[in-house]
């Protein structure tokens, strides 16, 4: 229980209510007041949300649209280092004395991000073509795709990729 004191501080998109700001101060021993940015119209409220921070409001029709354009850029990301990945395992990678030379060409390659000490560990038990990520900045994308891969199929999910970024843009900033 609190006491909550409200002021206008806006009105709200079609002009039938308002945009206010509550200022709950509840009734207890310690001081734990705070603020909030609500909407006070039926109908937009169902249109509309306050942003994180409370200092804009957000469309959610758009909100919601972003959030797909962002998960369909994430999944074409992916698709396209598991495309990369699938090839690894035909891509003969060159052998080396030590793990610790291993360790080395992975990470010079881009192919590993982890430290030596993890490296070792994930040896024990894995090859060196199993723990290596191949990631779209990795030095070897190129040669890869040249000796085991197919230009064409990785040409159309760059292609993908680059058409969701834009999307992704267009509706986080429109
Ligand atoms: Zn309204």
């Known amino acids: 229980m609190g006491e909550i004191y409200t002021h206008d501080i806006a009105d709200c998109p079609c002009g039938q209510g308002k945009i206010v700001r509550e200022h709950h101060t509840p009734y207890n021993p310690w001081p734990s007041s705070h603020e909030s940015v609500e909407i006070s119209c039926t109908g937009c409220e169902k249109s509309w949300e306050v ?18 354009a962002e998960k369909a ?32 060409y992975l990470t010079k390659a881009g192919l590993y991000d982890g430290k030596i ?9 894995a090859e060196m073509a199993d723990i290596a990520v191949v990631r779209i900045d ?10 085991v891969g197919n230009a064409d199929t990785y040409k159309d999910l760059l292609l993908q990729g680059q058409a969701a970024k834009k999307m992704r843009l267009k509706k986080r900033w429109q």
């Open 73 to 104: 850029y994430e999944k074409s990301l992916n698709s396209i280092s598991d495309h990369l990945n699938s090839l690894l395992s035909d891509y003969p990678l060159p052998s080396f004395k030590t793990q610790k030379e291993e360790f080395a």
């Open 51 to 68: 942003s994180y921070g409370g200092s804009e409001l957000v469309e959610r029709a758009s909100r919601d649209a972003s959030r797909e």
């Open 138 to 147: 990795s030095f070897i994308v190129p040669k890869l795709i040249d000796t």
């Open 117 to 125: 000490g993890q490296y070792h560990y994930a040896r024990r038990d």
